[in-house]
């Protein structure tokens, strides 16, 4: 067991950094003690804000620390998580887990030989509205599941630099964005074996040339569930921020985040239609559920939720999709 607190280098100090930062400084057993970034002002910045050392070479800290927060683009993921784990350091490592499989396989292949815990953040699972919507779902009270719908609309305002560079960031929103919700729709419904999709790059293609900015997915699932995803990160007007339904032979229930800050989980059955949570979360990433976990994970050797081999299966249930478009064919994901 590591001895507390755990020490942790947060690498990479852009926008996603400052919810990770507010996060770990909730957390009584772990710290921060250094931010690292390639731009020194960013890598000060984070520092002040908890505490910390900074530096501008993650490298030089993996020494002082035990676990490491990656929240770099994802063109640096799989360079970073491998020395990591090369120096016995637990990891987490922000979604999208790599920019292909063979990185994100490479990843795993570290941390099983130093056998140190590898996260990928998909956050959403350690929300306390998807834990419940995942309950209601896998506890039977909706029957056997039958289908489920799932849409996500915003508007990408600000474009980073590294967004712009093919190599650097050779996707779209769909695997960027989308594996966390491909996530949601196999964790609430089951296995997904086939995939496919329809896609455009109407709004961004000239400024994000690695991929579309608009997708339509459909997916089979292994217990004969069929479900939907509907995403895009070019909608000025979104009138769906985010919504979840699963349908089943005995009810049908939803997850929807409101325009007003809500956030509910609602059920109907034969007994009519409630609302089994709403309430108005504190700050809009609420990462305290993924850190705690985390920790956990390293401080009583647990494998984690959303673990590289999660975050790996995402990726080839997307990949297989793409595929499927390209193809003209729903796509096993056993062939990716």
């Known amino acids: ?38 731009d020194e002002r960013r890598a000060r910045e984070g520092a002040e804000r908890v505490g910390a050392r900074w530096h501008t070479d993650y490298r030089a800290v993996l020494d002082e620390v035990d676990a490491v927060d990656i929240c770099t683009p994802p063109h640096l993921h799989a360079e970073m998580s491998i ?14 887990m790599a920019r292909t499989l063979e990185e994100a396989e490479a990843m795993i292949r570290a941390a099983e030989e130093a056998k140190v815990v590898l996260m990928i953040a998909f956050l959403l699972r350690y929300r306390p509205e998807f834990q419940q919507f995942h309950d209601l779902c896998s506890s039977g009270q909706i029957g056997r599941l039958l289908q489920a719908y799932c849409q996500t609309s915003m508007y990408l305002s600000t474009i980073a630099p590294w967004r712009r560079n093919r190599e650097q960031f050779p996707m779209g929103v769909f695997l960027s964005h989308g594996c966390h ?16 999709c329809f896609s455009h790059a109407m709004t961004f293609g000239d400024v994000i040339p690695g991929g579309e900015d608009t997708t339509v997915a459909i997916f089979r699932h292994a217990n004969g569930a069929v479900s939907a995803y509907v995403e895009s990160w070019a909608i000025r007007y979104p009138l769906t921020p985010l919504r979840i339904d699963v349908y089943g032979s005995e009810g049908s229930a939803r997850l929807d985040y409101h325009h007003d800050g809500r956030r509910t989980v609602e059920v109907w059955d034969a007994q009519g239609r409630r609302t089994l949570l709403e309430y108005r979360p504190q700050g809009p990433k609420e990462m305290e559920g993924q850190i705690r976990h985390f920790v956990d994970c390293v401080l009583i ?14 990726m080839r249930i997307i990949l297989a999709a793409c595929a499927g478009e390209r193809e003209g064919r729903l796509k096993p994901v056993a062939e990716v």
Do not use: F, N
């Not at 507010?22 to 009584?28: G, I, Q």
């Not at 637990?90 to 999208?96: A, P, Q, S």
């Not at 050797?301 to 995402?314: C, H, I, K, M, S």
């Open 83 to 96: 020395a990591a784990a090369q120096a016995g350091k637990h990891i987490l490592c922000e979604k999208v």
């Open 1 to 38: 067991m590591a001895e507390l607190p755990l020490r942790v280098a947060l690498i990479g100090c852009g926008g996603i950094s400052r919810a990770h930062l507010e996060a770990w400084a909730a957390e009584p057993r772990a710290k921060v003690v250094y931010c690292v970034d390639v």
């Open 181 to 196: 919700y491909v996530d949601q729709l196999q964790w609430h419904v089951g296995e997904i074996t086939h995939a496919a």
């Open 301 to 314: 050797g647990r494998t984690p939720l959303t673990d590289g081999r999660v975050g790996l299966q995402v």
